[in-house]
């Protein structure tokens, strides 16, 4: 019996799947959409998932009796229900395992970077102005990097690399994570997230979503920001409090700020900050795609790959 694996993602994960998984397994692209993997799933033996997009639940694991592993081309995994996959013995692989690995995978971080200066410089809204047929810069003011604070919450590997943008454009950086001991030259150690946040004109947020940081950026902190702080969050919704958030940009004590991720996600038409975002310019949501790059998602789709050959070779 031909072992069938499933890849969830963009088309050139999947060539990159194929490449390595292709004489052991049938390889089948499945669409991230809910009704096309629960079609699926009856007969899968893994499933190599790229897109986060479908949230795997514990119903649709117990329809497939041949499931064997899952392996997530990513770090998070907080869309897997895990109540029977741990019944079962089925592990869920995932790159947060990989830190050496991913060290020089850099578009989650290069995003982040994106997004602050779209926000100090009010990009879209400045291009918006132009497409419309106008010329007015004092529209559109923007903050001068050079001489202003970024503070991070969490400085690992993508955090370590946003330290160095900012102090390429001549920001200090000062950082919170008490899990890491070595922190990049010239970055200031912070003891307690207060003392981040008082001070720093852009905060970003870099840690996984666990129980511990699920609520880590608080109404109580988001109250005491420096005022017209930028916040970026390219980690996962729920670490940031979003209605606080939402709170603040109506407020005007946060600035601005830029989203990669949102709690609940990819259910966001009824979304808040979506609804916020429609209207005011100073909030910049884009669709998780921090870590999506061609070039970046063969090669990390490759290596969650790699990671199902043992089990195949049983």
């Given at each position: 019996?031909?072992?069938?694996?499933?890849?969830?993602?963009?088309?050139?994960?999947?060539?990159?799947?194929?490449?390595?998984?292709?004489?052991?397994?049938?390889?089948?692209?499945?669409?991230?959409?809910?009704?096309?993997?629960?079609?699926?799933?009856?007969?899968?033996?893994?499933?190599?998932?790229?897109?986060?997009?479908?949230?795997?639940?514990?119903?649709?694991?117990?329809?497939?009796?041949?499931?064997?592993?899952?392996?997530?081309?990513?770090?998070?995994?907080?869309?897997?229900?895990?109540?029977?996959?741990?019944?079962?013995?089925?592990?869920?692989?995932?790159?947060?395992?990989?830190?050496?690995?991913?060290?020089?995978?850099?578009?989650?971080?290069?995003?982040?970077?994106?997004?602050?200066?779209?926000?100090?410089?009010?990009?879209?809204?400045?291009?918006?102005?132009?497409?419309?047929?106008?010329?007015v810069r004092e529209s559109f003011p923007g903050m001068m990097l050079n001489g202003r604070r970024l503070g991070l919450v969490g400085c690992?590997?993508?955090?370590?690399?946003?330290?160095?943008?900012?102090?390429?454009?001549?920001?200090?950086?000062?950082?919170?994570?008490?899990?890491?001991?070595?922190?990049?030259?010239?970055?200031?150690?912070?003891?307690?997230?207060?003392?981040?946040?008082?001070?720093?004109?852009?905060?970003?947020?870099?840690?996984?979503?666990?129980?511990?940081?699920?609520?880590?950026?608080?109404?109580?902190?988001?109250?005491?920001?420096?005022?017209?702080?930028?916040?970026?969050?390219?980690?996962?919704?729920?670490?940031?409090?979003?209605?606080?958030?939402?709170?603040?940009?109506?407020?005007?004590?946060?600035?601005?700020?830029?989203?990669?991720?949102?709690?609940?996600?990819?259910?966001?038409?009824?979304?808040?900050?979506?609804?916020?975002?429609?209207?005011?310019?100073?909030?910049?949501?884009?669709?998780?795609?921090?870590?999506?790059?061609?070039?970046?998602?063969?090669?990390?789709?490759?290596?969650?790959?790699?990671?199902?050959?043992?089990?195949?070779?049983?």
């Amino acid at each position: 019996m031909v072992r069938k694996v499933l890849y969830l993602g963009a088309g050139e994960g999947f060539e990159a799947t194929g490449e390595v998984l292709g004489e052991l397994a049938e390889v089948v692209h499945v669409d991230a959409t809910v009704d096309a993997v629960r079609a699926a799933l009856p007969t899968a033996w893994g499933i190599l998932d790229a897109s986060m997009r479908v949230r795997i639940t514990d119903v649709m694991v117990g329809a497939a009796p041949e499931l064997r592993i899952i392996s997530c081309a990513t770090t998070g995994s907080d869309h897997i229900e895990r109540g029977v996959l741990t019944a079962r013995g089925i592990p869920v692989r995932t790159l947060k395992e990989d830190g050496d690995f991913l060290r020089n995978i850099t578009p989650a971080a290069e995003l982040t970077w994106a997004l602050v200066m779209g926000l100090a410089r009010r990009l879209v809204p400045a291009v918006a102005h132009t497409r419309a047929g106008h010329w007015v810069r004092e529209s559109f003011p923007g903050m001068m990097l050079n001489g202003r604070r970024l503070g991070l919450v969490g400085c690992g590997r993508i955090g370590g690399w946003v330290a160095r943008y900012g102090q390429a454009f001549g920001l200090s950086v000062v950082a919170y994570d008490p899990y890491v001991q070595m922190l990049p030259p010239g970055v200031e150690r912070a003891w307690n997230l207060e003392g981040v946040i008082e001070q720093v004109d852009v905060l970003s947020v870099h840690v996984h979503l666990s129980d511990e940081t699920r609520g880590l950026v608080s109404r109580v902190l988001l109250e005491r920001c420096k005022p017209g702080m930028l916040l970026i969050n390219t980690s996962r919704g729920a670490i940031v409090d979003e209605a606080a958030l939402l709170d603040g940009l109506q407020s005007g004590r946060v600035g601005g700020a830029g989203l990669d991720v949102l709690d609940g996600e990819p259910d966001i038409a009824e979304h808040p900050l979506i609804a916020y975002a429609r209207d005011h310019d100073n909030l910049l949501i884009t669709p998780h795609c921090g870590g999506f790059s061609p070039d970046a998602v063969r090669i990390v789709c490759r290596h969650a790959a790699q990671k199902m050959l043992g089990a195949l070779r049983e």
